[in-house]
């Protein structure tokens, strides 16, 4: 495989449920994001790791959980979610420290919040 | 305050029109500029970038933007536009030592028959 991979592609819970979504990259990239997409808003850039260190949580509620166990995987654990979270989540990667800072996306993971 | 703004929410050409989307931005440093195109259910993939040099970049798909520092724009264009370009597309900026990208709320492309 290559680029950078989303799974799954379509995730519906409850309020009270837990779930993950996962993102993998193979481009060889040191840096990983995630990124909440909703509808007629500007990407909105919730969580950056950089060799596996998170360095940006921009004021994310903690409802949303960010894990990096390594420079490939990136996951975003949800709980008790509510319906506004309802969005298209974005995961990306690049390389950091090249001057260079074209991000790669996957798919992404549509989620709706019932 | 840093910023990018993509001030039409929609466009409608027909198809074998020109095109043009415009994007200006806001920004502290020296910018790095980009443009993004969105399929329908799809991610964001990159058309091309501005770093430095020619103030004119070719990028994918047949599409070109032009630098222009005095006007603070990073305008998209395409001389003959396909069916297949509908999509969405957002304009972003970065710097060198940000790698954090600001992003504009995009431009939906309809294409006519």
């Known amino acids: 495989e290559t680029g950078v991979t989303q799974t799954p592609r379509h995730l519906v819970m409850g309020m009270t449920n837990k779930k993950s979504l996962k993102c993998e990259q193979h481009?060889?990239?040191?840096?990983m994001y995630w990124y909440k997409q909703s509808a007629k808003k500007p990407l909105e850039l919730m969580f950056v790791?950089?060799?596996?260190?998170?360095?940006e949580n921009n004021s994310v509620p903690s409802r949303f959980s960010p894990e990096c166990p390594n420079s490939s995987h990136l996951f975003l654990h949800l709980h008790t979610l509510q319906p506004e979270d309802s969005a298209l989540y974005l995961c990306?990667?690049?390389?950091?420290?090249?001057?260079?800072?074209?991000?790669?996306f996957g798919q992404g993971t549509r989620l709706t919040v019932v | 305050a840093q910023s990018v703004t993509q001030p039409d929410i929609h466009i409608t050409v027909s198809e074998g029109a020109s095109l043009e989307l415009r994007c200006n931005y806001s920004?502290?440093?020296?910018?790095?500029l980009f443009w993004y195109v969105q399929s329908p259910g799809q991610g964001l993939q990159l058309l091309l970038k501005?770093?430095?040099?020619d103030t004119l970049v070719q990028g994918i798909k047949g599409f070109e933007a032009e630098f222009k520092r005095s006007q603070s724009s990073f305008n998209l264009r395409k001389p003959s536009v396909h069916w297949s370009d509908a999509a969405e597309y957002f304009c972003?900026?970065?710097?060198?030592?940000?790698?954090?990208?600001?992003w504009g709320a995009g431009t939906k492309l309809i294409i006519k028959p």
């Open positions: 990306a990667s690049s390389q950091m420290g090249q001057g260079n800072t074209e991000a790669f």
């Open positions: 481009l060889g990239h040191n840096a």
């Open positions: 790791y950089n060799f596996k260190e998170q360095t």
């Open positions: 920004y502290g440093a020296t910018p790095y």
């Open positions: 501005y770093f430095s040099g």
């Open positions: 972003a900026v970065g710097a060198e030592s940000n790698y954090q990208l600001i």
